[in-house]
């Protein structure tokens, strides 16, 4: 059974609350407090609705861009508590812990997109892998005793040793991204020794959902076959197609991330399917949800292939089925058909979003090692 603590009431973390009043040790404030870095991305905005269904006072970590993107976040725009930080800025990591006093800390925030590690290595470096310290001092400066997770990555695996990969498996990252998720592993791990943090990480496989960014290859794939199918565009095009990943569903996903922070000890945990489909099966599933032929519309493009690829990813999630009770509820076939019903809906509705859209797959970015 695992052992949830009651809502954020973590023994001796002793919050504050906003007027400044301290909490005794022991006695919770009223509401449970959640900080999400990230909050504007995927995994952010699924976790966000999830802490506030659960009674979370929810705050998120916003940076300062000329246009705002917040889409995924706009139905929870007046229920959460938004405060401009960058990974990159420690004084602004720290006024944002103060101003929101958390109980739990979801470090989400990262340059996520894999090929573009490669165009962007430094900075790559700066937002995911050093990132990861500042949040972490951020926290000892501010509220040591608040519980932290971290967002790592099954990319951490890259040339596998081993398959499945668990928790013991050691890392042989392929990418610049994958090389700094195992440093923010890695810090995450030795400050939870060095300084007796709570401080877990969740080694996450890929997932996915209908609020996937439009580069990763699920979502970009149901997006085409939906836009194919009403008629907006005519070609998908695609990188290496034997390419396998173990996908999920980014919904199932969050509530894993939550579950290692209710445990009375922080752990490290694989969160996977157990289940590897490639990019074609991807395709052939997607196709057939939008009745569309594969041979008429999808093209190789030897730009999108990669200069190094990470094999065999499939994760073995039996110790977080075991010590977290988490399961996945979602199988791969589920989630692309959800996903291609999804994009149909948003393009067949029209809009801002779906032109804003459109414009952009229409000028991807190419990277330059092509
Ligand atoms: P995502 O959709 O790309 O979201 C990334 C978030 O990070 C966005 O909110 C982004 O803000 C924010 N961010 C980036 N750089 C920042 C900076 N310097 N300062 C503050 N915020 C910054 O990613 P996701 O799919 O939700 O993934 C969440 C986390 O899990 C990431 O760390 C990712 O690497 C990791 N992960 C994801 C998967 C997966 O399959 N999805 C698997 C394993 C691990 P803007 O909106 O301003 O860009
Ligand atoms: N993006 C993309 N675009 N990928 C393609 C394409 C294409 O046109 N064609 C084939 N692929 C292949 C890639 O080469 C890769 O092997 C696979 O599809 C998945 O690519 P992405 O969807 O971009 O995801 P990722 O696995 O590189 O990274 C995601 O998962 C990681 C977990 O392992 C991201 O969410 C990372 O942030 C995350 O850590």
Known sequence: MPDYAILGAHEGSAPESPAGTLYPPGLMSPRPSALITGITGQDGSYLAEFLLEKGYDVHGVVRRSSTEKFDRIEHLRDRVTLHQADLLDH????????AARPDEIYNLAA????????????????F?????TRMLEAMREVCRDARFYQASSSEMFGKVREVPQNEHTPFYPRSPY?????????????????????ASSGILFNHESPRRGLEFVTRKITWHAAAIKLGLVDKLPLGNLDAERDWGYAKDYVEAMWMMLQRDSPDDYVVATGTAHSVRDCVEIAFDQAGLEIAHHVEIDESLKRPAEVDH???????ARRELGWEPRTSFEELIRLMVDADHELLRGGGQAATAQLSRTRSEAK????
């Open 313 to 319: 990813l499939i994760g073995d999630a039996s110790k």
């Open 367 to 370: 990277p330059d090692w092509a």
């Open 178 to 198: 994958g090389v700094a998720k195992a440093y923010g592993h890695f810090i995450t791990v030795n400050y939870r020794e060095s300084y007796d943090l709570h």
């Open 91 to 98: 004084r602004s990591l720290v006024d944002a812990l103060r």
């Open 111 to 126: 340059m996520s997109f894999v090929a573009v590690s490669w165009i962007q290595p430094t900075l790559t470096a700066e």
């Open 128 to 132: 995911t892998g050093l990132g990861v």
